[in-house]
């Protein structure tokens, strides 16, 4: 059961604003969700490695050499709010 | 015979033989798109930027697709044309770069044709997920046409374009080609580099074609496979060419059928079919045995775990800094950041976040991600074991054919229409859906072959055996 | 200091790999350049790009490892360490969590109550983050703009053992660490340009208690002195807290030059929940004995056993093989030298005096000075065998110091040989001493002394080619 305390935790965690309704809505369905995936308890893995990566791939490396960056043009097209050449945030409020 | 109903091998002998003009065959599918896709609704954003007058003139002569028209899921990307992974927070995204596969595309002389609809950042078996629209299935318009490629599933069934480019996570290339009645190839995890795909679950995903028939299968995977320097799990081996595999004999490959897969409760007309197309693959000489395989619902399980964490990580950077989305009027960064991420992400998206943030979050992560990683061994092992006895092990590619849109509205009802395509996407191998029937209300069927890793050759030789025996006739969906 | 409590300081230091690329893509590492030149869509965390590995920054990490006695590992992975801030534009951090590349290691520092092991818990390999330039205070700031320049310069955290007493200790512990990484020129370890960083934590507990009392973590110490004074003033505080029976508060404390104390920084830290899980993108580390071996073999004296060898091979005197071992460039100048002039106290005179004067008035890196050892000895050698005087000696080390050219070419050029012609000596001689009547009248009279004065004016008279010992003696002769 992942009740509504823990959902909001969740949220903020994952940086998501949260309605009232999505809260509770989410909170039900992550529940079952959960009891679902709580299927694995059924196999028993206690001696079992875990896979991160599925194919036999190691050491896979680049030279330490420079390439051209991009264009600054193209560094800031996309920016939702740019100056001085640099991405603009708004204030950084730490709240209590 | 129509020229947008050619397959891609086809249209590149004409082309090779002189027989017609490229200009000719992307006037045929851009008229067949015009009249179609304003009822399919499978693109997004259609690529306005070549112009089929000047293609004569360009020289495809010694390129390997000729110039011949391609269309590519709207999470790969391409340089200057919006990406948008049909979400709201990347409506406005324009890449400055190009995935691998489009380099690799454009490098044999492709054309692409645009981008195609999907759920929101692959995210969905149904493409209702988008944030744009829902694509409707070509073989019934009140059909979803499965997802997440949904977009890229429904142009090729509609001969909008003769392949195109998915990418499936798990299953998101293989159930909306079985809804649609095509080819859809899932490779091995590091045949096909990752580098442009944005990112679902970066253990998991892998780019693939689908097609009309499994010929063009393996023309695109001549194209598309092989390493590249940017994705470090992109494996660096020698891949044969597929198109030499291309025969019509499954003598004597050993095919197995796990017990496990046909206990699960399915579609009947859909187990009907399979059995059907076993029954016909032991006649041309395939031996088909029993086998026993862990269960898929582990699979699954373990798929909503280690996909949904992958997610939560992957789809962080949308924070409305550096490009997409942000929110308007938020006046400290904390609200910007999280009024972006509500305004920009669907439900779906949210939901998946919630959960891979949950199983990761403190104290959770043993209990769920690393027994998820565990079962993932048992798995892929499993697998392992039985690849050294046997070529291939068969499936249905989905419990049901398409369902309707709007249908299902409780996601672990959503999650299971993937049950029989997650487990391949868990132990990294590849696996094809090739139709192979249809049910009574004329909606495809898909059938799902498994093989070992980096064996997409047999995948193929199969495929195109199990095609050319069952000689389905796929006509055009009607749409009207 | 103190007997009732024992100070316990941890060190986190991150060192700034000095590779000419980034970690995980080939943008440049350069300080200083124009905000955001020198990002890609890898660094800038474009949706699909992936990162692939810088090799020397895993060799860097693994001679750091070396020269700071850690275990190897034979396997390491990256992990992804997840946080949402502006600087950070993938929102997680590639790090490593439980598979450092190096761990369990020591340094010795010597301090005025001896010498003292300090153990390294381990030491990882990471990505650095982005710049952030707030419009005014942070406080009071209506925003900040974000350059990416520095995010993905590859960085080493070197973890320390909660072994260090007392801040002097944490300074030694420092210096050494810093001395290190120059010695193997794997950091240029400049703390303004931010190449190296230092947090520490530090409590206090009764003298024989076991049991760790509340720690307290100190940021945003510019200067080791800086860390030394907010270790200091901690202390005191800590101290006199428990002394009024007040608790410890588990918190991080900004240290504030301009007031000279630490201010908490309660509130404005988030919850640590950091989700690590394995890096998808990036595929296992494996470092077999040849690879460690090789690394090995690269691995150059350091500086404490530079230190001991300069004093028993060269006899140096302690301070002298302080100073000229504080650098590597520096003992290696110095052993070019000795090399070809055996006399090293002299060599090591003329470093510490001239050489450290020019450098520290230039503020110049000692690789970017023309001298060489071999000049320098050749000079050396032209002093002994009179060619030029000691203090002539000056004006040709600077001229070799700007220049590198040849000191025989740089007398013969500027005329400075030294005047060691008996009959030139005796004519000036003479001259001096008619024209100063009244001081050989005090030199006759037993005023010593004032020959000095009259060797000068030779001196002054040949602008100070004269051979002075030939000059002295030649006086006394005269004036008995």
């Known amino acids: 059961m992942i009740n509504e305390e823990e959902v909001r935790y969740i949220a903020d965690l994952a940086s998501l604003k949260l309605s009232k309704k999505e809260v509770e809505m989410f909170s039900k369905q992550l529940s079952d969700i959960v009891d679902y995936v709580e299927k694995l308890d059924e196999l028993d893995t206690k001696d079992i490695v875990p896979t991160a990566y599925t194919i036999p791939v190691k050491n896979v490396f680049r030279e330490d050499k420079v390439k051209g960056s991009l264009s600054l043009e193209k560094v800031l097209k996309n920016a939702p709010e740019k100056q001085a050449d640099q991405f603009r945030v708004p204030k950084i409020i730490e709240e209590d | 015979m129509k020229l947008y109903k050619c397959s891609l091998t086809e249209l590149k002998n004409m082309i090779e033989e002189k027989r017609v003009k490229l200009q000719d065959i992307h006037e045929s599918i851009s008229y067949r798109t015009t009249s179609t896709d304003p009822k399919i609704k499978a693109y997004v954003n259609k690529n306005e930027a070549y112009n089929i007058d000047e293609l004569d003139q360009k020289d495809y002569k010694d390129t390997y697709l000729k110039g011949l028209p391609i269309a590519i899921k709207d999470?790969?990307?391409?340089?200057?044309?919006?990406?948008?992974?049909?979400?709201?927070?990347?409506?406005?995204?324009?890449?400055?770069?190009?995935?691998?596969?489009?380099?690799?595309?454009?490098?044999?002389?492709?054309?692409?044709?645009?981008?195609?609809?999907?759920?929101?950042?692959?995210?969905?078996?149904?493409?209702?997920?988008?944030?744009?629209?829902?694509?409707?299935?070509?073989?019934?318009?009140?059909?979803?046409?499965?997802?997440?490629?949904?977009?890229?599933?429904?142009?090729?069934?509609?001969?909008?374009?003769?392949?195109?480019?998915?990418?499936?996570?798990?299953?998101?290339?293989?159930?909306?080609a079985s809804f649609c009645g095509v080819v859809g190839l899932k490779p091995t995890y590091g045949a096909v580099s990752r580098y442009g795909l944005v990112a679902f679950a970066s253990s998991l995903d892998q780019i693939g074609p689908l097609a009309r028939n499994v010929e063009d299968i393996a023309l695109m995977m001549n194209v598309i496979t092989g390493r590249d320097e940017k994705d470090s799990t992109c494996v660096n081996r020698e891949y044969p060419d597929f198109t030499e595999y291309l025969k019509n004999d499954v003598t004597d490959m050993k095919i197995g059928i796990p017990d496990q897969y046909f206990d699960i409760e399915f579609d009947q007309e859909v187990r009907e079919s399979v059995l059907n197309a076993v029954e016909k693959l032991k006649k041309a000489g395939a031996k088909i045995e029993r086998v026993s395989l862990t269960g898929a619902e582990y699979a699954l399980a373990a798929y909503y775990i280690i996909a949904t964490a992958e997610a939560s990580s992957n789809l962080a950077r949308y924070d409305g800094v550096r490009y997409g989305l942000r929110a308007a009027g938020a006046d400290n960064l904390e609200k910007m950041f999280t009024e972006t991420r509500q305004q920009g992400f669907g439900e779906e998206v949210k939901r998946r976040i919630m959960l891979g943030t949950y199983v990761l979050s403190s104290g959770y992560y043993d209990d769920f991600y690393l027994k998820a990683q565990k079962v993932r061994t048992l798995i892929k092992n499993d697998f392992d074991q039985l690849f050294a006895d046997y070529d291939l092990i068969l499936s249905p590619t989905t419990p049901t054919t398409a369902f309707k849109i709007g249908e299902k509205r409780d996601p672990l009802k959503m999650y299971a229409a993937d049950i029989f395509t997650v487990p391949v996407n868990i132990a990294g191998i590849p696996a094809i859906s090739v139709p192979c029937g249809f049910d009574q209300k004329g909606l495809p069927i898909g059938l799902q072959l498994m093989g070992a890793h980096f064996k997409e050759e047999k995948l193929i030789q199969a495929a195109f055996s199990l095609e050319k025996i069952l000689n389905l006739d796929i006509k055009y969906p009607a749409l009207k | 200091m103190d007997d009732k409590y024992e100070t316990i300081i941890g060190l986190e230091v991150h060192a700034q790999l000095d590779t000419e690329s980034k970690i995980f893509c080939s943008c440049s590492t350069e300080f200083g350049s124009e905000p955001n030149t020198n990002t890609c869509p890898v660094c800038l965390g474009l949706p699909g790009t992936l990162p692939v590995l810088n090799k020397k920054a895993v060799d860097y990490l693994i001679i750091t490892g070396l020269a700071l006695n850690c275990e190897i590992a034979s396997y390491s992975k990256f992990d992804r360490k997840n946080y949402f801030y502006p600087d950070l534009p993938k929102a997680y951090q590639i790090s490593q969590f439980d598979l450092p590349l190096a761990k369990n290691g020591y340094i010795k520092v010597e301090t005025e109550e001896g010498i003292h092991r300090i153990g390294i818990t381990r030491i990882h390999l990471e990505e650095d983050a982005g710049k952030l330039i707030h419009e005014g205070s942070i406080d009071q700031s209506s925003g900040s703009l974000v350059d990416y320049n520095r995010t993905g310069v590859p960085l080493a955290e070197i973890v320390s053992e909660p072994d260090i007493r007392t801040p002097e200790q944490a300074r030694e512990y420092l210096n050494y660490l810093k001395k290190t990484l120059e010695?193997?020129?794997?950091?240029?370890?400049?703390?303004?340009?931010?190449?190296?960083?230092?947090?520490?934590?530090?409590?206090?507990?009764?003298?024989?208690?076991?049991?760790?009392?509340?720690?307290?973590?100190?940021?945003?110490?510019?200067?080791?002195?800086?860390?030394?004074?907010?270790?200091?003033?901690?202390?005191?505080?800590?101290?006199?807290?428990?002394?009024?029976?007040?608790?410890?508060?588990?918190?991080?404390?900004?240290?504030?030059?301009?007031?000279?104390?630490?201010?908490?920084?309660?509130?404005?830290?988030?919850?640590?929940?950091?989700?690590?899980?394995?890096?998808?993108?990036?595929?296992?580390?494996?470092?077999?004995?040849?690879?460690?071996?090789?690394?090995?073999?690269?691995?150059?004296?350091?500086?404490?056993?530079?230190?001991k060898r300069f004093i028993d091979e060269y006899n140096l005197p302690e301070y002298d093989a302080d100073v000229i071992t504080d650098s590597r460039d520096l003992a290696d100048f110095f052993e070019d030298s000795v090399s070809e002039y055996k006399d090293a106290k002299v060599v090591s005179n003329w470093i510490m005096g001239e050489f450290l004067r020019l450098i520290n008035e230039e503020k110049m890196a000692i690789e970017d000075t023309k001298i060489t050892g071999q000049l320098l000895a050749k000079m050396l050698k032209m002093i002994d065998q009179d060619v030029i005087s000691s203090k002539i000696a000056k004006t040709v080390f600077e001229e070799i110091f700007y220049t590198g050219k040849d000191p025989e070419e740089i007398v013969k050029e500027k005329g400075l040989k030294q005047i060691s012609d008996q009959d030139e000596l005796e004519s000036l001689v003479e001259k001096i001493i008619d024209e100063n009547p009244s001081v050989i009248e005090d030199i006759k009279n037993g005023k010593d002394k004032a020959v000095g004065y009259l060797v000068g004016q030779v001196m002054k008279e040949t602008k100070g080619k004269a051979n002075p010992q030939m000059v002295n003696k030649m006086f006394k002769e005269k004036i008995k």
């Open chain 3, 183 to 307: 010695y193997l020129k794997v950091s240029d370890c400049n703390m303004e340009e931010g190449s190296l960083r230092c947090d520490a934590n530090i409590s206090l507990r009764l003298h024989g208690n076991k049991k760790f009392g509340t720690k307290v973590e100190l940021k945003n110490m510019n200067s080791f002195k800086a860390i030394e004074k907010a270790l200091a003033y901690e202390q005191k505080r800590q101290r006199k807290m428990l002394e009024n029976d007040k608790k410890i508060v588990q918190e991080t404390r900004t240290w504030d030059e301009s007031k000279s104390k630490t201010i908490s920084m309660r509130g404005k830290e988030e919850a640590n929940d950091y989700r690590y899980f394995p890096e998808p993108d990036l595929v296992p580390l494996e470092i077999d004995e040849r690879w460690k071996k090789d690394i090995e073999d690269r691995l150059p004296e350091l500086p404490a056993v530079k230190r």
């Open chain 2, 75 to 176: 999470n790969i990307s391409i340089e200057d044309i919006n990406t948008t992974c049909s979400s709201k927070m990347l409506e406005e995204y324009i890449p400055p770069y190009n995935a691998t596969v489009v380099e690799k595309i454009k490098e044999a002389g492709g054309i692409i044709t645009g981008k195609t609809n999907m759920d929101e950042y692959a995210m969905g078996s149904s493409t209702e997920n988008s944030a744009f629209f829902p694509t409707v299935n070509p073989w019934g318009k009140n059909r979803v046409p499965g997802g997440s490629s949904g977009g890229s599933a429904a142009a090729v069934a509609a001969g909008m374009v003769p392949v195109s480019l998915g990418s499936d996570t798990g299953g998101s290339i293989r159930q909306p």
